[in-house]
């Protein structure tokens, strides 16, 4: 697809293909470009070009065109208006999105085979479906842990093996992708690389799905346009991560817009989990916030667990031990019904 989708024409549901295809040739015939959307009971059909080209008179009587929406937004794949249904993500053998509610747990940082070992077994016991661990660390002191990098891949991928967990990690540079995609079911953009164009156009190559975590000061619209450069090289497969933004409040660390999340529901169909430990940045709060996660509407949500907090490498304070997870695992069980998910 080239250049800007300008407009939405929505068929009617269960539009026959006859009448998709009229509606194309009528667009086409007039000099624009037509991408199509087709969910499992409306199509809608993008219009690429000078829109003042078409009459819109001619369109809205054809047979079974329900209506013309115009998109004024500057993302146009991850917005609703051309994807009225909500994506679901495939993640190895998981789905994001939906009915599901996942959970995604791990240490910030992988520190040895023995710690990623423990870590995996407890969370898969506990219900979590996909383990995270970071190979690549971009911290703000350039003398903290930096991760061990392909080796820490390695010891997530005998993680996997072991327990049947589905991995994500961080990817911080071309060449980290170029190493992750051999071991990983999903690359994680960090905050920091939120506006990494380049970076979020080389991970959405790899066709992977990617988690995007929201920028430290990024606005809805500009995260959203930043899942765009993903899906524009053909990678529909983009799961949104809030994790809290920087504000005055030093109380924590930073602090989590849960209002995002009905935001995101309204503006755009791809999957939305939250990250309650990189919000706070202790440990006390995580269970308060991931239960709210569960009722404004998150599709999931990422924790951090580790065996020994204390001695953890980098982000201790913010970690859950394995009976505090499995605690919390137990009280979203007993209340996601409520929320109409399933976990």
């Known amino acids: 697809m080239t250049g800007d989708i300008n407009m939405i024409i929505v068929m009617k549901p269960g539009a026959s293909e006859a009448s998709i295809k009229n509606v ?32 819109q008179g001619n369109i809205e009587i054809a047979p079974e065109v329900d209506k013309i929406v115009p998109v004024t937004e500057s993302y146009k794949l991850s917005n609703r208006k051309f994807h009225p249904e909500s994506s679901k993500i495939k993640v190895g053998n998981t789905i994001i999105g939906g009915d599901e509610f996942t959970i995604m747990s791990g240490p910030c940082s992988v520190e040895s085979e023995e710690q990623i070992l423990q870590t995996a077994f407890a969370i898969k016991k506990a219900g979590a479906q996909i383990l995270r661990g970071g190979a690549y660390k971009p911290r703000t002191s350039p003398y903290a842990f930096q991760g061990l990098e392909e080796r820490g891949l ?29 071991y990983v079911d999903m690359l994680q953009i960090g905050t920091r690389n939120m506006q990494n164009f380049y970076l979020l156009k080389e991970a959405g190559k790899t066709g992977l799905p990617i988690l995007l975590k929201r920028g430290m000061a990024a606005t809805i619209d500009e995260w959203l346009n930043a899942a765009e450069y993903i899906m524009a090289e053909g ?38 989990i939250v990250d309650p430990s990189h919000a706070t940045g202790v440990r006390d709060y995580v269970a308060p916030l991931s239960k709210a996660s569960l009722a404004v509407g998150a599709d999931g949500l990422m924790i951090e667990s580790h065996p ?36």
């Open 235 to 272: 990678n529909p497969n983009v799961v949104l991560c809030e994790r809290g933004i920087r504000t005055f409040e030093t109380a924590t660390r930073n602090t989590l817009d849960l209002s995002a999340v009905p935001v995101i529901k309204q503006k755009s169909h791809l999957p939305i």
């Open 24 to 55: 194309k040739q009528i667009v086409e015939n007039k000099g624009l470009q037509t991408h199509i959307s087709s969910g499992q009971e409306v199509t809608v059909i993008g219009v690429i070009g000078d829109k003042s080209k078409l009459e």
């Open 308 to 343: 020994d907090p204390k001695t953890a490498l980098s982000d201790g304070p913010q970690s859950l031990t394995f009976d505090q997870f499995e605690e919390l695992m137990g009280e979203l069980k007993t209340i996601a019904p409520l929320f109409k998910k399933t976990l």
């Open 154 to 182: 390695q010891l997530m991928k005998e993680a996997k093996d072991a327990t049947g967990l589905n991995i994500v990690c961080e990817v911080t540079s071309l060449e980290a992708i170029e190493s992750a995609v051999k």
